[in-house]
């Protein structure tokens, strides 16, 4: 039965000349670094099928670890925008609780003046008789933190009582403030 060398993983060949007890690739002695026999198991490759590599291994640690961190974030997103929507309306950024149900939710803009959605945006709420707020992210502290709160991820993001959009769609503009579009 050949011989594996446990430093090089040499498969010893019959061909192979040199004693029996030492590699001929690395000069090792197999008693002393505790060779092993080779078996069919082995394959082609010799013991690097059987053993991992150091690189392959830290490969799959990698690996888990990058799964293990995108299933934690895929489960804490929707918990920390719903702490974000608590924590925006506890500072009076969405409707206020004396509202009736006849008048126009507080809406605010958070946007930038460069925006072309955020331009669209302000042009859908003066064509419609909407009454906003707008709060610009780069310009102003508190329109950057309400728009840190609510996620951000980009501009515009418009709330409307204590529904929060992200984007611009004329479809859920018109669909959230519905009862208070301006009839043309």
Not at 9 to 38: F, H, L, M, N
Request: charge should be positive; aromatic fraction near 8%.
């Amino acid at each position: 039965m050949p011989q594996i060398c446990p430093k090089c993983s040499y498969i010893r060949k019959a061909t192979d000349g040199g004693p029996e007890w030492q590699c001929p690739s690395c000069q090792v002695v197999y008693s002393k670094a505790g060779g092993a026999d080779a078996d069919a198991s082995y394959g082609k490759y010799g013991a690097a099928s059987v053993s991992r590599a150091p690189a392959e291994s830290s490969k799959l640690k990698l690996i888990v670890l990058l799964v293990i961190l995108a299933a934690t974030i895929v489960v804490a997103r929707p918990i920390m925008k719903a702490r974000a929507l608590r924590h925006a309306a506890g500072t009076g950024i969405t409707a206020d609780s004396t509202t009736s149900n006849t008048a126009q939710p507080t809406v605010i803009l958070y946007g930038t003046t460069w925006c072309g959605y955020c331009a669209a945006t302000r042009k859908f709420f003066k064509e419609n008789g909407i009454r906003y707020t707008e709060l610009d992210v780069e310009k102003t502290t508190e329109g950057y933190n309400g728009h840190k709160k609510l996620g951000g991820g980009g501009v515009p993001v418009v709330t409307i009582g204590d529904q929060v959009l992200h984007g611009y769609s004329e479809e859920a503009l018109n669909q959230t403030l519905g009862p208070w579009l301006k009839k043309s």
